[in-house]
């Protein structure tokens, strides 16, 4: 039996890093498949595509059939099927189980193969498709996609769901396997997209959908959104590297400028002070010498594994989210809920942005899934409408008659990485003094035109799998996740579509253990609030040296102890304020000392540890924007949404402006300087814009507005210039303590050392080279990262400031991940320019700004902005379209409104349905 850890031929994003990064891709037709029933033709559409001739009882548009099958013996009614000016799907149904079956076919007909990749992925079965080019990756997610003792937990799941989820689930299937029947018996109507074609993907094993798939699907963005451990991994590396001081001095969790969604601030647990001639102060309140020492326990336990931690996230690279090397927070969210106290209307408002990967087609999938009322003076018992995501039934993020809702990452920590003890023989680890036996899995990878595989899984029964083994220092590492015991969350999917009132939603919000987002939600009685509730392990033996951000000892000292309750956990209903502001930030303040652990044995919310959340910036623009004298309506809170105001340059330029030693600027530092200086007295004071005339790189001129271009130079120059600063700043330590001289600390480190010197352990020391015989203050450094940016613009554009146009490199692509990262870009979209910059609100941080990498492949997944009037009426806009066929009228339009921030108005009447659909028609 083989049993290794092996690189992946394509690594996570290769494969298609989830939910949110994955492609659509379908292909032509297999050989039809005498076993699958035959389906009966009628239906249909309608909608904001032109209707176009009725073959066989459906409706084709756009050269496309949209038809659905019929008639399915398990529909109890005629389903009507409209579709809006941009391809939302709209259903009225006479049962809930009707609608889900229709919403199943058309996820299907437009996104299969997007669902189809979904699934496979946490089942460790990408090889039917690609072969051996995916075995790596399966190998690792058939391991860690298990319950610690190595069972499916997609049917742990199914166990746990309700009858009517059970009904919702299987309901779905069946719509799916309609459009599969269809596509599998040669219909030149059902047709999966073009990527399906390319050589690398064998569609011959396509199989039946399950209820269970779905399930596989949802355990994607759980995973994608709460399991940690290869940052665990990295940190270890990192601090074993570096030691104590200049690791948490460069790559630890304490803000520059402390917030929380609670309002708590640094208290009695602060760090050490740095005075201004450089040495420490110890504050009195503070045993500085015993956490020293818990440092170094912590030090010389990594240290001594260190070997395995390099290896471990070495192997773990194709099975764990990589994310890029110096910004660690590319992924996140804002949402935000206003009572009715602060609108203008007298209603309560919501807005939500997740902030995930952007890809082709796009995450979600607009739908409308209303069942019938009695009469037409009754309310629908089920109606709801917001963004899906394909593969699974309901709505995600959306809103009913009564009630709206968003999330965002809490950023709760999750995970534990465990190092264990290996027995003599190998074959056992040691844990409270005993030997315990390591289970063993057979599994067997079946790979597209190539004989199948067989590899062996190890799990540690009481934490999970085994990510890395060292066998010849008897020592291994395993990773302990909530996601190993999730259950009931799919309940969520029925129980808030369903919901009338704050009190509601968080009764729904309960049956949630593992999903790790913050939901906020508000109600037609203008209630709003705030419930991250998920089931979070106790650590009440947390400390700087057993850190749960680092490896732990897995001999027993740091188990975990009953989960939270959700009672304790931090939350608000209807605050005083009028004001809930969350975008994956500290909930609690307990990391305005930059040690979470401090808090943990706390009462109350301080116990739900979080791992390096968000450091705020967007948080703090938000609320500062929201909470004004002036009441809301729809315009303030859309502009909102879309601000582009770079909280960091507000910050942290004056400081630099003032303090830069003029008399060493290089005549390129000078023109650089010029660039900035005018900034703040802009119309719109640190403003992002693009700077061009069209987002279309091809057919981009300068802006016509000198305002425009002269702002987008300023923000281009101050992105060249924070990463200047972090290379002149950290560079030198970070070298020569790593042997690594492209490793450059975390962006935060650089703000820390402006704005905050005191929670730096090395304080202003830091603005020395030591690699200089010159004793460089903060003025020099300030001065040579200036004329370094200088020089940058000159190489690049020369002299002309007119050319310095941030849209020219600050870019976004959708990208069909799996055949872009094999070096196909032909079913990628894109490049356009962008606006926006580093922890903007309306996000688009940079890939990389110290490899000078500025487009973003990560966004606003959508923005959705909502009145809670009866009925809601709301907005949305999504960088992509509904249906992924490259000639389809509705293939990307939607994305051409995201780019140029325009709304779309979200049809929920009947009566506005109808107006936005051409045609409506009924099946069968």
Not at 592 to 599: F, L, Y
Request: proline share 6%; with cysteine; aromatic share 8%.
């Amino acid at each position: 039996m083989k049993y290794r850890f092996r690189t992946s031929s394509l690594s996570w994003f290769q494969i298609c890093l989830s939910l949110c990064l994955l492609c659509a891709c379908d292909d032509d037709h297999p050989p039809s498949d005498s076993s699958v029933g035959e389906i009966a033709a009628g239906e249909v559409i309608a909608g904001g595509i032109s209707a176009g001739e009725v073959i066989a009882g459906e409706i084709t548009a756009g050269g496309m059939t949209t038809g659905m099958p019929g008639p399915l013996s398990q529909l109890s009614d005629t389903v009507q099927v409209q579709f809006d000016e941009v391809g939302g799907l709209h259903l009225n149904c006479k049962t809930q189980e009707d609608c889900f079956t229709a919403q199943g076919y058309y996820h299907a007909a437009h996104r299969f193969t997007q669902m189809d990749i979904n699934r496979l992925f946490p089942q460790g079965k990408l090889g039917e498709r690609v072969g051996n080019l995916a075995l790596d990756t399966d190998i690792r997610n058939r391991l860690i996609f298990s319950t610690k003792d190595g069972q499916s937990i997609e049917e742990q799941m199914w166990s746990a769901c309700s009858e009517e989820s059970k009904r919702m689930l299987e309901a779905y299937a069946r719509g799916v396997n309609a459009w599969l029947a269809k596509w599998r018996a040669g219909d030149p109507d059902a047709q999966l997209s073009d990527e399906y074609n390319f050589a690398i993907f064998d569609k011959s094993t396509i199989k039946d959908w399950t209820a269970l798939d779905s399930l596989s699907v949802a355990l994607v963005l759980i995973q994608d959104l709460t399991e940690r451990s290869g940052r665990h991994l990295r940190n270890a590396r990192l601090l074993s590297d570096l030691g104590p001081e200049l690791y948490f001095d460069t790559f630890g969790d304490a803000p520059a400028f402390p917030t929380s969604v609670l309002g708590g601030s640094a208290g009695v647990n602060s760090v050490a002070t740095i005075t201004m001639d450089g040495k420490k102060e110890l504050p009195s309140d503070r045993n500085y010498a015993e956490g020293e020492s818990k440092l170094n326990l912590l030090f010389s336990r990594l240290k001594s594994n260190k070997s395995l931690f390099k290896k471990g996230q070495w192997e773990s690279r194709s099975a764990w989210r990589h994310l890029p090397e110096h910004n660690p927070q590319v992924l996140g969210s804002n949402n935000w809920v206003i009572s009715a106290d602060r609108s203008l209307s007298d209603q309560a408002w919501l807005s939500n942005d997740p902030h995930l990967g952007l890809s082709n087609p796009s995450v979600w999938y607009l739908a409308h899934l209303r069942v019938m009322p009695e009469s037409e003076q009754d309310e629908s018992p089920f109606n709801v409408i917001g963004v899906s995501l394909p593969g699974i039934p309901s709505i995600v993020i959306g809103h009913n008659e009564h009630l709206a809702w968003g999330m965002t990452t809490t950023y709760y920590d999750f995970t534990d990485v465990y190092i264990e003890e290996l027995s003599a023989d190998g074959e056992h680890v040691i844990f409270n003094g005993e030997e315990v036996e390591i289970l063993r899995r057979e599994d067997q990878y079946n790979l597209a035109g190539m004989p199948s595989e067989q590899y062996e899984s190890l799990y540690v029964p009481h934490h999970g799998p085994i990510i890395s083994i060292d066998r010849e220092a008897g020592i291994a590492a395993t990773m302990r996740w909530t996601g190993q015991d999730a259950d009931t969350d799919v309940e969520f999917l029925l129980a808030l579509a369903q919901a009338k009132t704050v009190h509601d939603a968080q009764e729904a919000i309960k049956t949630v253990t593992t999903i790790g987002q913050n939901f906020v939600v508000a109600d037609d009685q203008g209630g709003i609030a705030w419930f991250p509730y998920n089931r979070l392990p106790s650590r009440p033996w947390a400390s700087l040296d057993l850190n749960p951000a680092f490896p732990l000892p897995g001999d027993g000292q740091a188990e975990w102890g009953p989960a939270l309750a959700y009672e304790s956990l931090p939350q608000l209903k209807n605050p005083e304020s009028g004001l809930i502001v969350t975008a994956n930030h500290d909930m609690t303040g307990a990391f305005a000392d930059g040690d979470p652990t401090n808090d943990a044995q706390l009462e109350g919310p301080a116990q739900a540890m979080q791992e390096s959340p968000a450091n705020g910036y967007r948080y703090s623009q938000s609320q500062r924007l929201l909470d004004r004298e002036e009441p809301h309506d729809r315009a303030s809170l859309t502009e909102i949404i879309h601000d582009r105001e770079l909280l960091l340059a507000r910050r942290l330029l004056p400081v630099i402006l003032t303090t830069v030693d003029l008399s060493v600027l290089s005549e390129s530092g000078q023109r650089a300087l010029s660039i900035l200086s005018p900034w703040s007295e802009s119309s719109r004071p640190y403003d992002c814009p693009a700077g061009l005339s069209t987002d279309a790189l091809d057919l981009a001129t300068p802006s016509d507005d000198p305002q425009e271009k002269s702002d987008s130079a300023a923000c281009y120059v101050f992105h060249v210039l924070y990463a200047e600063l972090g290379k002149t700043v950290f560079g030198d330590e970070l070298s020569e303590a790593s042997g690594n001289n492209n490793l450059y600390p975390y962006f935060e480190a650089i703000a820390r050392l402006i704005a905050r010197p005191e929670v730096l352990r090395g304080g202003i020391a830091y603005w020395d080279d030591i690699s200089t015989e010159t004793e460089e203050d903060m003025s020099l450094s300030i001065a040579e990262a200036l004329n370094k940016t200088g020089s940058y613009f000159n190489r690049e554009y020369g002299s002309n400031v007119d050319e310095w146009l941030w849209g020219k490199v600050h870019t976004v692509t959708l990208t069909a991940s799996v055949l872009n990262e094999a070096g196909v870009r032909d079913y990628n979209n894109g490049p356009y320019a962008n606006h926006g910059g580093l922890y903007t609100v309306d996000v688009a941080n940079p890939r990389n700004l110290y490899s000078r990498d500025y487009d973003h492949g990560a966004g606003a997944s959508m923005r959705f902005v909502c009145e809670l009037t009866s009925p809601p009426q709301c907005q949305i806009e999504i960088p992509g379209g509904q249906v992924h066929h490259r000639d389809h009228p509705h293939y990307d339009d939607l994305l051409r409104k995201w780019l140029k921030r325009e709304p779309i108005l979200m049809p929920f009447t009947q009566e506005a349905v109808d107006h936005s659909s051409n045609e409506v028609q009924q099946w069968p």
